[in-house]
């Protein structure tokens, strides 16, 4: 593969590498050094985050640790109930005006995995999460990248990614994108020595079943049938199980739960467009009717799935068939938020490793220190309210590694 490239590359004009070792490690060093400002200034604006006008941080993971208490002190079903589980918030966390709108929009296979979370106190359950998260994603990131290998070694590799805005946005709010992220990339790596654990990982996604949206279309596509027959099994039994002991009524409500997501969230939540990377949101945001925005996402949506199909059957390179699912994800789906950008991580590292080891084409470079920053100008749109810009970054990342594929099988022939 970086054979093919550099012959690729060797026609064309040199492309300086100026995303050195050096620059990373500075980089990193100064968006932690930003992140801890910024949690200061917002600690000092809330005083210590006790104002309960102002929100706090691990606000989502508050939500996962009320569900949590549900189950065990609960019933199942009162997490589906909005005004239920909205007065259960109010007694854990006070009256606090985060949680005036902060539903449990997830299936009943995440309420088991979440179960566990409430038997430590939040701010602890929050931190272990967090620690967790960060471990198991920057290790699957860098196994199926090979950063380490490259210029850029394994300790300024592994500072780049636990700094990237990506993975700063998730742990801010305490998502669960960190999870989903290394499953993915632990798929991936897998997927040919071993198709069934590969298959396992990706059933497990059913936590959050529309992040595994492209899975049925590019494993098809390479006829990778053990991997989708193990998926298929663990994702049915993964939901029998959970629907067994939570309840079917649990299942019931969160099918119900979708359209209240898709209505006041998706449809008509200007904070959501502003802070979604998605082709429906940016035309939301421009003022366009609602019909035009799904036309639109749905073009981008079949895009994103052919241009993933094509890469896979054309290349059996891990970085790139990873680096095109993840952008071809966040792209195919319209309800996206911010904190999922921390799936970008797994292909900003594996392309960065493509061009650090096989040459760079031009760019390149600039692209993914934009696809690098996108969290952070997602997250800080929620205030600024400009264009939405994320699909635009998203969509040309898209080409480039179509072009960086077609590349390399054009040499090849």
Not at 92 to 120: H, I
Request: net charge positive; aromatic share 10%.
């Amino acid at each position: 593969m970086d054979l093919s490239i550099k012959e690729a590359i060797g026609t064309r004009r040199p492309v300086r590498t100026w995303i050195t070792r050096s620059r990373v490690r500075l980089y990193a060093l100064a968006a932690l050094a930003l992140y801890a400002v910024f949690i200061a200034i917002w600690s000092l604006h809330s005083t210590g985050f006790t104002d309960t006008g102002i929100a706090r941080p691990a606000t989502d993971f508050s939500v996962f640790w009320a569900a949590s208490h549900v189950m065990l002190h609960g019933a199942s079903w009162q997490a589906y109930d909005p005004a239920t589980f909205a007065s259960i918030e109010r007694a854990l966390f006070g009256n606090r005006e985060e949680f005036a709108f902060l539903p449990w929009l997830y299936p009943p296979t995440f309420l088991l995995v979440v179960t566990p979370l409430s038997l430590l106190p939040l701010p602890l359950s929050y931190a272990l999460a967090t620690i967790a998260g960060l471990v198991v994603f920057s290790w699957a990131a860098m196994r199926l990248s090979g950063l380490a290998s490259t210029s850029i070694g394994r300790d300024v590799g592994v500072l780049a990614l636990v700094a990237s805005p990506g993975v700063f946005v998730a742990a801010l709010y305490g998502q669960n994108s960190l999870l989903t992220a290394a499953l993915v990339a632990s798929a991936m790596l897998w997927l040919d020595k071993r198709p069934v654990l590969s298959g396992i990982l990706i059933g497990l996604l059913s936590i959050k079943p529309q992040m595994a949206l492209l899975f049925p279309f590019v494993l098809i596509a390479t006829r990778a049938w053990r991997t989708v027959t193990s998926a298929a099994i663990t994702a049915s039994l993964f939901t029998l199980t959970s629907t067994l002991l939570c309840g079917t009524q649990t299942l019931a409500m969160f099918l119900a739960n979708t359209r209240f997501a898709r209505e006041s969230i998706l449809e008509r939540n200007d904070h959501f467009w502003c802070c979604s990377p998605s082709a429906f949101a940016a035309l939301r945001s421009a003022g366009l009717p609602l019909w035009s925005a799904y036309a639109a996402q749905a073009l981008v949506t079949c895009v994103a799935i052919g241009v993933a199909c094509s890469v896979w059957r054309g290349t059996r390179d891990v970085r790139l068939r990873a680096s095109v699912f993840v952008i071809a994800t966040l792209l195919a789906n319209p309800y996206v938020w911010h904190y999922e950008l921390a799936w970008l991580g797994i292909a900003l590292a594996a392309l960065f490793a493509l061009g650090q080891s096989g040459g760079w084409l031009r760019g390149e470079q600039t692209l993914l220190a934009a696809g690098w920053l996108l969290p952070l100008f997602e997250l800080a749109n929620s205030v600024a309210r400009l264009p939405q810009a994320g699909v635009v970054v998203l969509l040309l990342m898209l080409m480039m590694v179509l072009r960086r594929q077609r590349l390399t099988m054009g040499v090849r022939s």
